[in-house]
C-alpha cells in the first residue's frame, strides 16, 4: 500500500467538481512548492503535482510551509495562504535585525482553478508587522538563556519589545468577517518558567482581522492588510502593529504540552527547550444550544511521543479559549503504527465532521496524510474514531 507523502495537509471540498484537493509542505527544492493531490472520497489520492509557482512574484527563500486553499465566490478565484521565511534582503525591513534567524511571513497566491498553478499576488509576504512591546530580549543577555535561576538584574536590564515570526496560516469567515489564526514562532519568544525556574521558548497561536475589501476585488490583485486598528505607528513614526494572543502555553497548562522543556539538559546544549503550539484550525458549532468556536491545534514536535492535537474551545472567534480537559484528542498509536500525528485541517461535508493530519508509520519515514471522524459532543465530550490512513490511486488522471 503507497502511503500519500505530505506535512501540514489542507483539505479543499471543491463544490463546483465534486472533489477534494489537498495541499501540503513539499520541502521542495524545484522552483515549485507545495503538494496538491485530489481524492473523490477522501481514501485514494491522486498527486497532480506542486501548487505554487515560485518563479514568479517570490519573496521567500526556504522553509515553505503550510499552505490552505479558500474558494473566493465572489470573483472565482482560489486564494492560497501559506508561510516562508523571507529572503535575506527584506530581514531587517520586516524584524529591524540583519540576524533575525526564524524571519518567517505569510504570503498569499491566487489561480482560476484548484489545481493551480498558484502565483503570489505580490512580491512582497502580507505587510503585517506584529511587535510585541513587552518581550524581555533575554538572548541579547545570556549565552545560555536556559540555564536555571538566571541572575534577576540581568533579565531586569534586558531590552523590551520584539517583532514577530508568523507561520501556520488559518484563516475564518463570519458574517463578512475575515480572521487571520498564524502561529507566532518559538524564536523570539522566550519565557520564563515560574515551575522550572528557566526560560523556554515557546511558540502560540495568536490572530488579527482582516480589512475583508481585499476578498471583493474581482480581479484578485489586492494583497489582504489587518484592519486600521491593528495598525500601530510609535512615536518615532516606526511601525509596530497589535495583535490578539489566542493560545499558549500560560494561560491553561497541560502537562502533554512539556515534550521538550529538558531538550538542552538531554542534549548538551545542541537544541533549545521548547514547547509548540502550532497550526490551529478553527470552526463554529452550535453544542448543547450555544454558539460555539472550536480550535485544533498542534503541541510539541514530532520527535515526541507526546506530538498531538488538542482542541480549544470559546464564545467569541477571538477568544478567550479554554483547553479541552483530556487532551490531546489524536496522539501517537504504536499499535497501529501511527507516530507523529499532528498539523491538519477540518473537513466538513454531508454532517460529517473528519480531522486530515499527517503522521508517520515511525520515527525515520515521511509525513503521510491520514484522518478520523470528530464527535465533538459538548465541550467536556470529544470523540474520535478510527484513523484511516490514505493511499496512492494507482491509475494517473491527467490534468
Not at 140 to 163: M, S, T
Not at 165 to 175: C, G, R, T, W
Not at 282 to 309: A, F
Not at 311 to 322: E, M, Q, R, V
Request: aromatic share 16%; net charge negative.
Amino acid at each position: 500500500m503507497k502511503r500519500v507523502y505530505g506535512a501540514d495537509p489542507f483539505v479543499l471540498f471543491d463544490k463546483k467538481s465534486g472533489a477534494y484537493y489537498c495541499y501540503s509542505t513539499s520541502n521542495s527544492e524545484s522552483s515549485n512548492q507545495f503538494y496538491l493531490d485530489k481524492s473523490y472520497d477522501l481514501k485514494e489520492w491522486t498527486r497532480l503535482g506542486y501548487a505554487l509557482d515560485c518563479s514568479k512574484n517570490c519573496w521567500g527563500k526556504d522553509w515553505f510551509w503550510a499552505p490552505e486553499c479558500y474558494y473566493n465566490e465572489n470573483n472565482g478565484y482560489y486564494y492560497l495562504f501559506y508561510s516562508a521565511r523571507v529572503k535575506d534582503e527584506l530581514t531587517e525591513e520586516y524584524f529591524n535585525r540583519k540576524d533575525y534567524l526564524e524571519s518567517a511571513k505569510i504570503g498569499v497566491a491566487v489561480s482560476k482553478s484548484p489545481e493551480g498553478p498558484f502565483v503570489n499576488i505580490s512580491d512582497r509576504p502580507f505587510d503585517f508587522r506584529p511587535y510585541d512591546e513587552e518581550y524581555i530580549n533575554i538572548e541579547d543577555e545570556l549565552d545560555d538563556y536556559f540555564v536555571q535561576n538566571p541572575d534577576p538584574e540581568i533579565i531586569k536590564k534586558a531590552k523590551r519589545g520584539q517583532y514577530i515570526s508568523m507561520i501556520d496560516a488559518n484563516l475564518y469567515f463570519e458574517d463578512g468577517h475575515i480572521y487571520l489564526f498564524y502561529s507566532r514562532c518559538c524564536y523570539k519568544q522566550c519565557h520564563y518558567d515560574e515551575k522550572l525556574e528557566k526560560f523556554i521558548e515557546e511558540s502560540s497561536i495568536d490572530a488579527v482581522e482582516l480589512d475583508p475589501s481585499f476578498w471583493y476585488d474581482k480581479e484578485a490583485k489586492t494583497m489582504p492588510k489587518a484592519l486600521d486598528k491593528y495598525l500601530h505607528i510609535d512615536e518615532n513614526g516606526i511601525r509596530k502593529d497589535r495583535f490578539v494572543k489566542i493560545l499558549n502555553y500560560a494561560n491553561q497548562p497541560q502537562e502533554w504540552e512539556n515534550g521538550h522543556v529538558f531538550d538542552h539538559e538531554k542534549t548538551n546544549g545542541e537544541l533549545p527547550n521548547r514547547r509548540w503550539t502550532e497550526g490551529s484550525t478553527t470552526i463554529c458549532l452550535t453544542l448543547e444550544g450555544k454558539k460555539t468556536y472550536c480550535m485544533t491545534y498542534s503541541c510539541n514536535n514530532y520527535l515526541s511521543p507526546l506530538y498531538g492535537i488538542g482542541i480549544a474551545f470559546s464564545d467569541n472567534p477571538l477568544g478567550p479559549y479554554i483547553k479541552y480537559e483530556n487532551n490531546p484528542i489524536i496522539a501517537e498509536k504504536p499499535a497501529e503504527n501511527v507516530y507523529s500525528t499532528g498539523h491538519g485541517s477540518i473537513v466538513r461535508t454531508d454532517g460529517i465532521i473528519r480531522f486530515f493530519f499527517h503522521y508517520r508509520e515511525d520515527f525515520v519515514s515521511d509525513r503521510s496524510f491520514s484522518f478520523a471522524q470528530l464527535f465533538i459532543n459538548n465541550r467536556h465530550n470529544v470523540q474520535v474514531g478510527p484513523i484511516e490512513k490514505c493511499v496512492k490511486k494507482e491509475i494517473v488522471e491527467a490534468k
